[in-house]
């Protein structure tokens, strides 16, 4: 039976190792060569160095590698890559072509069949994606360091253990849809949107949820983000509010037509007020506007030290809609016909 | 024992009635023709006893077992209509399948019937020929040696030679195994020189199922004057009737002899028996009860 099923989706396991080979061989010498650059350029210690300004450093290496950002919809791809070629057409094809009639009538029982043809096509879609995450997530170290945070959604999304439980989650989706549509492209193209549609919905409704955000309020003017790790931490949103803790303008700083309205001084001195270059001893009207409004910046973010609960969380939550797909799956293909 | 039995068989896809309370039994060794005009309702009874639909109502019992339990899948071989391979798959490839998906599977006798049959075991499945393709799905449901053998219009897409052939085949296959083969076909021609049993689907439901000798025997043609239509004594049926000015044709089935000497009793063709069950003017209030008649002379 293991056979059957090796013969039967041998050549998607081959083009599916050319594809993780292909990407292998492009990322080992980019990757090297960009934690070299990394390094050698001192932006490395830079970065560990606390208080250090790496601007410049950072602006170099981002000009240099910002390029490969047209990997990241590649990467996010990968999974439903996955559950469309490998999952969809399990069950569909079988329908579709009418070999159902062949396959089940051997002497394999259906809940067999079903479960050595899981194996396989899940245990090699594991292999891929065990890969390319390790590859992945060791490549864009770099990256991540250099300001941008790992915790951001499209990030988070990237490294780490979720992309594993993507792609298991996309792989039984497709199978499951698979027993509904019973035709290969239309299963193909629905597994498409309704993993879309899963993991956007998981991203921007549920995640932040996970645990509950933490709450910063700072000074509007001096101020740079959470404290600690700031740039790695997940910025959720950024509020401006008032003495009484009403919104008054999401992100940070309120808009002039709102400050004018209160403050006579800085409506006077029009809608760009010098304040940075601002002579010492004399009162910034804008400042002195946040101050008698009591403006405060409130920044309601995830810590950067919750990644890796957030990504055990979101695999465990994968993971188990994997499993309910799969009873499904089971439950479904005995009454097929 | 019966190969095959089934009592108040039904079933119903959405409001249309493909199989309407069939009930019959089928004995072990039979070579049974499961013959009906398309639609009759025979791949729909073939896919229910091998366990790849459920009835509405009703149960079938195939080899005493409920179909598609994994005891009796090995047990059963079965080719659904148009013979499904898998394309992508050579010829020998296909046996591989066979040999593991089965295990009792006589890989030895799959490849020398490809070899006698000629079929090159390198070749796709995908480009095999019609006749081609149907004889490797029989090769491969052979192999499985199964006790029972279900072919759903294994001759629907072949010439007459290939028809030939196939029959050939199947027939040296299954001879001196004892097993019981079901076939379907919606020509009786096809069925008429290997079948000793005659199961006639039409509309969802049997119309006539038995042993072809006991149905030839208990049906005549009887011709004689027009005015002597009525009740005549040994006839317990009469299944169509054709009247001139003065003289009847009726094809009867009988429960006696016929002594009345004003007819003239004629042998009829299996053809003609079929076909007349097949009618549409033969209710099937009426076929019901001579299906249960039919039943226990057979026995």
């Given amino acids: 039976m293991i056979w059957v099923a090796w013969r039967q989706h041998r050549t998607l396991m081959l083009w599916g190792a050319v594809a993780v080979a292909a990407m292998t061989l492009f990322l080992i010498p980019t990757g090297i060569g960009m934690s070299h650059f990394f390094t050698s350029s001192g932006l490395a210690r830079c970065l560990s160095t606390v208080g250090a300004d790496c601007g410049d450093l950072g602006q170099q290496f981002d000009s240099r590698y910002s390029g490969y950002a047209f990997l990241v919809p590649l990467f996010l791809m990968a999974p439903v890559l996955f559950g469309m070629f490998f999952g969809a057409p399990l069950i569909a094809r079988e329908m579709d072509g009418g070999t159902y009639?062949?396959?089940?009538?051997?002497?394999?029982?259906?809940?067999?069949?079903?479960?050595?043809?899981l194996?396989?096509?899940?245990?090699?879609?594991?292999?891929?994606?065990?890969?390319l995450a390790l590859l992945v997530t060791w490549w864009s170290r770099p990256l991540i360091t250099n300001g941008a945070s790992r915790f951001r959604p499209g990030i988070f999304d990237l490294r780490g253990v979720v992309p594993i439980a993507y792609t298991i989650f996309a792989v039984m989706l497709g199978v499951a849809i698979g027993t509904l549509i019973k035709k290969t492209l239309p299963a193909v193209g629905v597994t498409l949107v309704a993993f879309a549609g899963v993991r956007v919905g998981i991203e921007l409704f549920l995640r932040q949820h996970y645990m509950t955000a933490k709450t910063l309020t700072q000074s509007l003017i001096s101020s740079k983000g959470p404290p600690g790790a700031g740039a790695a931490d997940w910025i959720i949103r950024e509020n401006t509010i008032d003495r009484l803790g009403h919104i008054v303008s999401s992100g940070r700083g309120p808009d002039f037509g709102y400050l004018a309205a209160r403050c006579p001084a800085l409506a006077a001195a029009g809608p760009f007020p010098k304040f940075a270059t601002a002579v010492p001893g004399q009162a910034d009207p804008f400042a002195a506007c946040v101050q008698h409004l009591g403006l405060r910046d409130m920044i309601v973010y995830q810590p950067a030290s919750r990644f890796w609960t957030f990504q055990w969380i979101e695999f465990g939550i994968f993971i188990a809609l994997a499993i309910g797909l799969a009873v499904f799956t089971v439950w479904r293909t005995k009454r097929l016909s | 024992m019966n190969a095959l039995e089934a009592s108040g068989l039904s079933k119903?896809?959405?409001?249309?009635?493909?199989?309407?309370?069939?009930?019959f039994e089928l004995p072990s060794g039979s070579i049974a023709g499961l013959v009906g005009p398309n639609g009759a309702?025979?791949?729909t009874l073939l896919h229910i006893a091998v366990g790849l639909l459920e009835p509405t109502r009703g149960s079938l019992r195939i080899l005493g077992e409920r179909p598609g339990a994994a005891q009796v899948l090995p047990r059963v071989g079965f080719v659904a209509q148009d013979t499904p391979l898998y394309k992508g798959f050579k010829v020998?490839?296909?046996?591989?399948?066979?040999?593991?998906?089965?295990?009792?599977?006589?890989?030895?006798?799959?490849?020398?019937?490809?070899?006698?049959?000629?079929i090159p075991p390198d070749q796709k499945a995908g480009s095999l020929s019609g006749g081609q393709r149907a004889q490797v799905g029989l090769a491969l449901a052979l192999a499985k040696r199964p006790e029972i053998l279900l072919l759903d219009e294994p001759l629907a897409s072949l010439d007459p030679l290939a028809r030939r052939e196939f029959l050939q085949t199947l027939m040296e296959g299954v001879a001196d195994t004892g097993v019981t083969v079901v076939l379907s076909s919606h020509l009786l021609t096809d069925l008429e020189r290997v079948c000793d049993h005659m199961m006639v689907l039409a509309r969802g439901r049997f119309r006539l199922i038995g042993d072809t000798a006991d149905i030839i025997k208990t049906h005549k043609v009887l011709i004689g004057p027009k005015e002597r239509v009525g009740?005549?004594?040994?006839?317990?049926?009469?299944?169509?009737?054709?009247?001139?000015?003065?003289?009847?044709?009726?094809?009867?089935?009988?429960?006696?002899?016929?002594i009345d000497p004003s007819w003239m009793v004629n042998q009829v063709s299996l053809e003609d028996v079929v076909l007349?069950?097949?009618?549409?003017?033969?209710?099937?209030?009426?076929?019901?009860?001579?299906?249960h008649a039919v039943e226990e002379v057979a026995r």
């Fill in chain 2, 276 to 291: 007349a069950y097949l009618d549409s003017r033969s209710t099937s209030a009426d076929a019901v009860p001579d299906l």
């Fill in chain 1, 119 to 131: 194996a396989v096509v899940i245990g090699s879609a594991l292999v891929g994606a065990i890969a």
């Fill in chain 2, 231 to 258: 009740s005549i004594s040994g006839v317990s049926n009469v299944l169509h009737q054709s009247t001139t000015d003065r003289q009847a044709t009726l094809l009867v089935r009988t429960d006696g002899p016929i």
């Fill in chain 2, 41 to 43: 309702g025979k791949t």
């Fill in chain 2, 12 to 23: 119903r896809y959405g409001k249309h009635w493909a199989l309407e309370n069939c009930a």
């Fill in chain 2, 92 to 118: 020998s490839e296909m046996i591989s399948f066979g040999a593991h998906m089965n295990v009792g599977f006589d890989m030895e006798f799959a490849r020398s019937r490809i070899a006698r049959l000629e």
């Fill in chain 1, 101 to 117: 009639r062949l396959a089940w009538t051997q002497g394999v029982s259906r809940p067999r069949w079903l479960s050595t043809k």
